[in-house]
């Protein structure tokens, strides 16, 4: 509606300066001002007056009116109807204009249609996902992971480069207690069989064991100790442990379809952070405390920043600003954008502080993107890790039902394993992707896989449904939009409405970080098609210009719908 918004606003602007020339209102502020009303009946675009009554001094309704009278002899280009209500100028965008120029584009260019290049020449890095190595991938990284890659992806929609990066996990003493862990109970076939599961066994038993025997948490600091000098031995079991971590999360991100460009981990910056304790030191940034060193951040209300314990080993956040530095160089970004839940808020105020301290430019570009949490009800889902629920039984309990229900359905379908899978995930990524990001979820399996409702499997059944409309109709789809289409059906006029708001919404969902905002259109987009699916017949529609408009209605809602799936890591299959 973007366009339709501007021609509104400089009509208004022109009817504005003619009639209170001693207003200094632009026409950039008139555009921000305008509103969609919340009820087709008022409209397509409003324009509250009173926001105007304290600059040209009268009461919003006289405003209206005035507005209204000099407005009717010179209506925007793009509109068919003017009306006043209360203190409130309506706009009604004409039949022409949603054919011409909304519809005539989403035709020509397809999920391109959101497309800009306004981030062209920018580089966004991306952190997320992150897990700790030999610890389980649990649903806690659910946000993390999914909101991290849409992120990428939307701006990547926006021409921006971008470089998603897993910053695992993969450094500090859980190592060491790996390491004895293994060489005492643990048994190399196991885990190549048995992958991560395994190696969470050995940690947790390590745990248990370190309660009884106090001194395998010294043993431990001597083989990690050990491994950070680089032992050969010790390098190389870290480094299967690494590999066998990253098989499992691999198939994980199969399942959603991501991948990343680096997975520089923490271990990547251990050489890099000695420059960085030489700056702090250098700037006087650094005090001592009870033998650690530390950043003083009381003055912003913020407890101090750890920087190095008593025995001089680096932690979390020197590794983050290292990290920082290093990528700032690397990159040149224009954006640093981390992941995380909102557990770690303080961490990233904190060292973002220090960075800022530390004379960093690049400061003001670092953003975290915190997130809440999760929990689940209604069903209770088997783990074998102790108490947490791990990502991959999530899937595989979603996948499972999807499939016994397709297998309900419709028993002869072909690609039933690659249906079961994209809708079974799908389910689970919309659902949590529907709420803003900072809301605890309470995840509900019933809610997210009902066909019915407002969940994946309905927007991607409603894909699925365009598809074979279109294929269907073979080569009698191949038609081009009638030269002048005047008149709409209210459903069309709708679903066309609702394609304009895309760009917009692309927007927004950047502007906000917040991947919800597509999950949100998704529904929209299905609803407007479905009741115009409803209301309009294609296959057997008569008059062959009102046929070639709802084939491309169809046309249209496939590949937004599509695109904007795909934004947010939901898989589309053309069959369900
Ligand atoms: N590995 C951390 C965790 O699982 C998340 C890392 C986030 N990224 C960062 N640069 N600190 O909690």
């Known amino acids: 509606?973007?366009?339709?918004?501007?021609?509104?606003?400089?009509s208004l602007k022109e009817s504005i300066a003619a009639l209170y020339p001693a207003a200094t209102v632009s026409e950039e502020e008139i555009f921000g001002m305008l509103e969609y009303p919340p009820d087709d009946a008022m409209g397509d675009l409003a324009f509250p007056c009173f926001k105007l009554s304290r600059v040209l001094r009268a009461a919003p309704p006289k405003i209206a009116a005035t507005i209204f009278e000099h407005l009717s002899g010179n209506l925007p280009?793009?509109?068919?109807?003017?009306?006043?209500?209360?203190?409130?100028?309506?706009?009604?965008?004409?039949?022409?204009?949603?054919?011409?120029?909304?519809?005539?584009?989403?035709?020509q260019k397809g999920a391109d249609f959101g497309r800009t290049n306004v981030g062209k020449g920018k580089t966004v890095v991306l952190d997320y996902s992150s897990p700790n190595v030999a610890k389980p991938f649990h649903i806690g990284h659910l946000g993390t992971t999914?909101?991290?890659?849409?992120?990428?992806?939307?701006?990547?929609?926006?021409g921006y480069d971008c470089v998603g990066i897993n910053h695992l996990g993969d450094w500090g003493t859980q190592f060491g207690k790996l390491i004895v862990a293994y060489r005492k109970w643990g048994c190399r076939e196991d885990i190549e069989n048995g992958g991560i599961d395994k190696l969470v066994e050995l940690y947790v038993k390590f745990h248990e064991e370190a309660e009884k025997d106090p001194s395998l948490a010294d043993e431990a600091r001597a083989?990690?100790?050990?491994?950070?000098?680089?032992?050969?031995?010790?390098?190389s079991l870290w480094r299967w442990f690494i590999d066998i971590s990253l098989a499992e999360y691999k198939t994980t991100y199969d399942q959603l379809g991501i991948t990343f460009d680096s997975y520089n981990g923490e271990s990547f910056y251990t050489d890099k952070m000695p420059e960085q304790v030489e700056v702090l030191r250098n700037k006087n940034l650094m005090k001592i405390d009870d033998g650690a060193s530390i950043v003083d951040l009381s003055e912003y209300n913020m407890p101090p920043c750890l920087i190095l314990k008593r025995d001089g080993s680096t932690l979390y956040p020197t590794r983050d600003i290292a990290a920082a530095v290093y990528r700032d160089r690397t990159y040149n970004f224009d954006k640093c954008i981390y992941v995380t839940s909102a557990g770690q808020s303080l961490h990233f105020a904190q060292w973002f502080k220090v960075?800022?301290?530390?004379?960093?430019?690049?400061?003001?570009?670092?953003?975290?993107?915190?997130?809440?949490?999760?929990?689940?009800?209604?069903?209770?889902?088997?783990?074998?890790?102790?108490?947490?629920?791990?990502l991959r039984d999530l899937f595989a309990v979603a996948i499972d039902k999807v499939r016994s229900i397709m297998?309900?359905?419709?028993?002869?379908?072909?690609?039933?394993d690659e249906a079961a899978e994209a809708v079974g995930v799908g389910a689970i990524v919309f659902y949590y992707l529907a709420a803003n990001r900072v809301r605890d979820i309470n995840f509900v399996m019933e809610d997210a896989l009902d066909f019915n409702g407002n969940t994946g499997p309905y927007a991607q059944y409603t894909y699925a449904r365009t598809c074979s409309i279109i294929n269907k109709l073979g080569e009698s789809a191949n038609v081009s939009l009638p030269e002048n289409a005047e008149t709409l059906e209210k459903a069309e006029r709708d679903l066309i409405k609702t394609?304009?708001?895309?760009?917009?919404?692309?927007?927004?969902?950047?502007?906000?970080?917040?991947?919800?905002?597509?999950?949100r259109y998704i529904l929209d987009l299905c609803g407007a098609f479905n009741r115009f699916y409803q209301a309009c017949p294609i296959a057997t529609c008569e008059d062959a210009d009102k046929k070639a408009v709802r084939i491309a209605l169809t046309r249209g809602t496939r590949d937004i719908?599509?695109?904007a799936l795909e934004l947010i890591c939901i898989k589309h299959p053309e069959k369900i």
Not at 1 to 10: D, W
Not at 146 to 158: M, N, P
Request: charged residues 25%; proline residues 4%; glycine residues 6%.
């Open 77 to 107: 280009s793009c509109a068919e109807k003017v009306q006043i209500v209360g203190g409130y100028i309506n706009f009604f965008a004409s039949a022409r204009f949603f054919t011409k120029n909304i519809l005539a584009s989403v035709a």
């Open 355 to 390: 960075v800022e301290l530390m004379g960093y430019d690049f400061a003001p570009k670092l953003y975290h993107v915190p997130y809440g949490t999760v929990s689940i009800n209604g069903e209770k889902l088997a783990t074998r890790t102790g108490n947490v629920i791990l």
């Open 1 to 10: 509606m973007t366009e339709f918004k501007h021609s509104v606003a400089s």
């Open 146 to 158: 999914v909101i991290g890659h849409s992120l990428k992806l939307l701006h990547e929609y926006q």
């Open 561 to 563: 719908l599509g695109k």
């Open 499 to 519: 394609f304009s708001l895309f760009p917009e919404k692309v927007e927004e969902a950047i502007d906000g970080m917040e991947p919800s905002v597509i999950t």
């Open 407 to 416: 297998e309900e359905k419709n028993p002869n379908m072909q690609n039933k």
């Open 223 to 235: 083989e990690f100790t050990k491994l950070e000098h680089h032992d050969e031995e010790n390098l």
